[in-house]
């Protein structure tokens, strides 16, 4: 059997098996999925690591695509995600609607969760920041260098965990009590393309047209994941 293989932001990883499954069933082709960060996966591709397909944010997929890594008319946009607070299961679910609770949620938590390299967490920093409370958070913040800030919960290390939702979704145990307030982020746009380099051209152009079609849809949606 071909197998393609596609490097992918862990936003998507909840939506992937269902997907590939679906994939290999109607084409012969078995998708090889290996995930990371996009700030990783960039730099694991501009030094030298092999795929047919990535998948990145939108701004990282552009990138490539400037540098000739990355064929810019395969690229396309599969779905867009909004960065979102979690507790662990059975937990009280603090108020994250406006501004103002979610300040007073964050400054009452014994530690709050966080990415140092994802979108995720980057935008966190830069919104703690322009809220004027980011040294009281980071005084006692869980960062972690990459992986799924849920699972910080789970362990007790944390009260809070701070993510894109799709990437919150994917650890058992957790609540995800709402987005941050959607005027205070902008979403992230996830989007995938064809490796300049690829030998299977073919295979991988027909693997960018399946996830861009409408009948994925379900699948994302279901992961946390807006079309």
């Known amino acids: ?6 490097l992918s932001t862990l936003a998507v990883k909840g939506a992937v098996p269902a997907l590939a ?54 690229c396309v ?21 406006t501004e103002a609770a979610l300040r007073a949620t964050l400054l009452a938590a014994r530690s709050v969760a966080y990415s140092k390299i994802g979108a995720s967490g980057i935008l966190f920093a830069q919104l703690i920041a322009r809220m004027g409370i980011a040294a009281s958070i980071n005084a006692s913040a869980t960062v972690i260098p990459s992986g799924f800030t849920a699972e910080r919960l789970l362990t007790g290390e944390a009260d809070l965990a701070v993510q894109q939702i799709s990437e919150l979704k994917q650890v058992a145990g957790i609540d995800v009590i709402g987005p941050i307030p959607h005027e205070l982020q902008t979403p992230a746009v996830f989007s995938a393309g064809r490796m300049a380099a690829s030998a299977k051209a073919v295979q991988a152009d027909r693997l960018l047209k399946y996830l861009a079609s409408p009948e994925v849809a379900p699948a994302l949606r279901e992961s946390g994941l807006e079309p």
């Open 1 to 6: 059997m071909e197998v393609v293989r596609v």
């Open 21 to 74: 499954a679906r994939h290999e069933k109607e084409s012969g082709v078995r998708i090889d999925a290996d995930f990371a960060p996009t700030l990783a996966l960039l730099e694991r591709l501009r030094a030298g690591e092999q795929a047919d397909v990535v998948v990145l944010t939108r701004e990282g997929l552009d990138e490539l695509a400037s540098e000739g890594r990355v064929v810019r008319e395969t």
């Open 77 to 97: 946009d599969l779905a867009r995600s909004f960065v979102g607070i979690a507790v662990k299961a059975g937990h009280p679910h603090p108020d994250v609607a």
